[in-house]
């Protein structure tokens, strides 16, 4: 890695504007619960910027529920922005409203993961992949029938098919028919969501091959969606791996596979699986399960499961598996915090009575029977876990925070109140970008640490 420059914003590098179709600039979409009960809204995009250049495909990878879909569909307006600005060739598409928007929505486009939900098994082909030139009232009926039936020839699809029905076709066939109603308005921009996951590994290849022949036939840029990180690699320019709503990483494919620079991408690409002949799709496995995203941490929000989480300086030289067990803890008493428990476990809980959740003390000993853990932080554990049994959950999160949170919990170095989240920094000559506090100069040793684990 060759440059550490923090940078408040990705991608607002020098580029001449042709080069930028889309640029985002910190943008959030919140769902509320609609609940009286609960008023705290899943953040699931909580912020990002990046740009997409025209004639890309810009992937995006993450966990399942870290927000790919929810931004995907922002970006096109499928979904309202709660804040933030999707600027589609200068036009901050997120203002449009009305007619105005129903005029952009020719522009963009999107290809769902399963055909067949977006299919109307009642319709003909034709009629499915004529309904968005009847609906935008393009031209004439015959012209709409001859776009179709040269769309169907596009996709790799015949004339004849146009009075068939959607049954009569297998899954990859199936995501042809989508992905030609996707073209029939002749978009710029097209979400692909998934598109080849629902398919045999024998089919995926040909889809695949087909969306870059289209791109190239029809100079479309894509965001493609995905988990298997191998499709990514391969049909990708460049790549943003989210976590819990933030973009950690982005830059070009190759660099980000093959050196990845942020914690969470080390994490995320050494959870491949090995290839295996009887597995239909890759899942990514990662240790532990992300926060819930109504509940993000402070700071960074991949701080509750980073492997190099940066220590306060007294505790440096800590003993690993000590440090580990301090992690598990808050880890548990965060998660008590929010457990949906029923009155019964509670009355149960406070008469200290056996429930279905295991005990402080239990859970306790599990972490640190076995460990001899230094005098000073015993007295801190000590006092945490008599806060965590007393129900004071909030009580012993900041206990810990105080004693052992660091930049990575928002904790401000000289002590200030507001929490500190990281920056973006440059990580290399191609201007790739990680979220992580371990590039500022002050934190550098990670990228050994991180080797080391690789
Ligand atoms: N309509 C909705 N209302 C409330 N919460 C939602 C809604 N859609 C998504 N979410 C929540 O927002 C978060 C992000 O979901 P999203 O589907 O965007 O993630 P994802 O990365 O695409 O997941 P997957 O890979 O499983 O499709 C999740 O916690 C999800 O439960």
Redesign the pocket.
């Given at each position: 890695m060759s440059q550490n420059t923090a940078s408040t914003t990705p991608d607002d590098r020098a580029e001449t504007p042709s080069d930028t179709m889309v640029k985002v600039r910190d943008l959030k979409t919140y769902?509320d619960s609609g609940s009286l009960l609960e008023d705290r809204p899943?953040k699931?995009v909580d912020g990002v910027s990046f740009d997409i250049r025209r004639g890309e495909t810009l992937g995006l990878v993450?966990e399942?529920?870290?927000?790919?879909?929810?931004l995907g569909r922002t970006l096109i307006q499928l979904e309202e922005a709660t804040d933030g600005e999707v600027l589609f060739d200068g036009t901050d598409i997120t203002s449009l409203r009305g007619d105005q928007l129903y005029e952009w929505r020719q522009n963009a486009q999107m290809v769902f993961q399963d055909p067949d939900s977006s299919l109307n098994d009642r319709m003909t082909i034709g009629e499915i992949i004529r309904e968005p030139l009847d609906v935008h009232d393009w031209k004439t009926p015959a012209d709409r029938r001859k776009r179709v039936k040269s769309l169907l020839d596009e996709v790799g699809l015949s004339p004849e098919h146009y009075y068939r029905y959607p049954h009569q076709f297998s899954g990859g066939q199936r995501q042809r028919i989508g992905i030609a109603r996707t073209l029939a308005l002749n978009p710029e921009f097209i979400v692909l969501d998934e598109p080849v996951s629902a398919l045999d590994v024998s089919v995926q290849a040909e889809i695949i091959n087909l969306l870059e022949e289209l791109q190239d036939e029809f100079d479309l840029t894509y965001l493609f969606?995905a988990?298997d990180l191998s499709v990514v690699r391969h049909i990708c320019d460049r790549v943003a791996v989210m976590y819990l709503g933030n973009i950690m990483e982005i830059g070009p494919t190759e660099e980000l596979f093959t050196d990845p620079a942020n914690p969470y991408t080390h994490a995320l690409l050494s959870a491949i699986p090995k290839p295996d002949p009887t597995a239909s799709r890759d899942r990514i496995t990662l240790h532990g399960t992300p926060p819930n995203?109504r509940y993000p941490p402070t700071g960074c929000p991949f701080s509750t499961r980073c492997p190099v989480r940066i220590r306060p300086d007294k505790h440096e030289d800590l003993d690993d598996e000590v440090w580990e067990g301090i992690n598990g803890f808050r880890e548990i008493i965060r998660e008590r915090m929010r457990a949906d428990r029923s009155i019964r476990e509670r009355v149960r809980e406070r008469f200290g009575l056996e429930t279905r959740f295991a005990t402080i003390d239990e859970t306790y000993d599990e972490l640190f029977g076995d460990t001899a853990v230094p005098d000073e932080v015993e007295r801190v554990l000590t006092d945490v876990a008599e806060a965590a049994g007393n129900h004071e959950e909030q009580a012993a999160l900041d206990r810990l925070n105080a004693e052992f949170g660091s930049v990575c919990d928002g904790v401000a170095p000289e002590g200030g109140a507001d929490p500190v989240e990281p920056e973006y920094y440059e990580v290399s000559d191609s201007g790739r970008l990680s979220y992580c506090h371990r590039h500022d100069a002050e934190h550098r040793e990670t990228e050994t640490v991180l080797d080391d684990r690789s």
């Open positions: 769902y899943v699931a993450g399942s529920g870290c927000g790919k879909t929810t969606i988990h995203p």
